[in-house]
């Protein structure tokens, strides 16, 4: 199983850094450095569980199902991607593989997230919703309402937030009150967590305990995993962190700490992990030439599907 992580992991890592080399990549969010929080959550959902995300949507997106092919397809605008390419990063939605949908706008998730997981209790089929945000979602009301009517009414919905420090170039620090995120949940009686989000086990773990909870019917639960962003904001923003900063965030890599832990425990080594790199980098080569030879979308029907 660790294993598969270290794989997953590697793929989102490997999916982005060739989206990043091609000249129509266009605007993206990328997830390098938070590959653990997609992945370690991902690895403890069922079938009938939904996803939903932020507009930093490529590592739920591939840890939840989406193909790479399908990925790169949407992203690229491309036809064969699960939208048709008309959502790309910011609405790429496909929930039958478990993602509900991407949304753009900062905290525009939460409340949906709210229905979502409403839905899926009235289904009665152990289903739950787990939402992923960032730490800029924080300090929007619509958080405090999601977590109040989920409390309320013991919906079954994970909240996930992916702290890396920062809303674009602000400081979590300079824009949010309390010192553990995860603290905000309390006044409404939601069992929460802090986890190293560089450590896909540990959020593996975290998840796997709280999934339980929600799903048990004892209501929501709150996950805040402490991450590092390795690339900028967007493709578009500059960087504006030092030298120093950035190094100390690289030096905690969490596929460079999976693959050492594996090889310590005598379950990866350098020949099979030189295989998992090759094979991954084949799996992303194809898809990119997929979504190459995948046409674009007509424009006559630009306003299909929309109500």
Not at 37 to 47: D, E, K, M, T, W
Not at 96 to 106: D, E, I, N, T
Not at 140 to 157: D, K, Q, S, T, V
Not at 210 to 235: D, I, K, M, Y
Request: glycine share 12%; with cysteine.
């Amino acid at each position: 199983m660790s294993v598969e992580l270290l794989r997953s992991m590697k793929l989102i890592r490997r999916f982005e850094t060739a989206l990043q080399a091609r000249r129509d990549h266009g605007f993206q969010l990328l997830s390098s450095g938070q590959e653990a929080v997609a992945v370690g959550v991902a690895a403890v959902l069922g079938a009938r569980d939904q996803t939903l995300c932020s507009g930093r949507s490529i590592a739920v997106a591939l840890a939840a199902g989406v193909t790479p092919a399908a990925m790169m397809g949407e992203l690229l605008g491309r036809v064969n991607g699960p939208c048709l390419g008309r959502g790309g990063r910011g609405h790429i939605s496909q929930p039958s593989v478990g993602l509900f949908g991407a949304h753009a706008v900062v905290a525009g998730n939460l409340t949906i997230a709210a229905g979502v997981a409403l839905a899926l209790q009235s289904a009665g089929d152990g289903g739950i919703a787990v939402c992923q945000f960032g730490d800029g979602a924080c300090g929007a009301g619509a958080l405090h309402e999601a977590m109040n009517i989920a409390a309320l009414w013991r919906l079954p919905l994970l909240l996930v937030c992916d702290n890396n420090g920062y809303s674009v170039s602000t400081p979590a620090a300079s824009a949010l009150a309390p010192r553990r995120l995860a603290d905000l949940a309390a006044p409404f009686g939601i069992r929460a967590m802090t986890v190293d989000g560089m450590d896909v086990r540990a959020v593996r773990s975290a998840a796997k305990e709280l999934v339980a909870h929600v799903r048990s019917g004892a209501g929501p639960a709150f996950l805040e995993c402490l991450s590092r962003r390795f690339a900028t904001h967007s493709t578009s923003a500059r960087e504006t962190r030092g030298a120093e900063e950035r190094a100390a965030d690289l030096a905690c890599d969490p596929i460079i700490r999976l693959r050492a832990q594996l090889v310590a425990e005598g379950l990866a080594d350098a020949e099979s992990l030189a295989a998992l790199d090759e094979a991954v980098g084949v799996v992303v080569e194809r898809a990119c030439a997929e979504a190459d030879a995948a046409g674009f979308p007509d424009p006559v029907e630009a306003f299909a599907d929309v109500g």
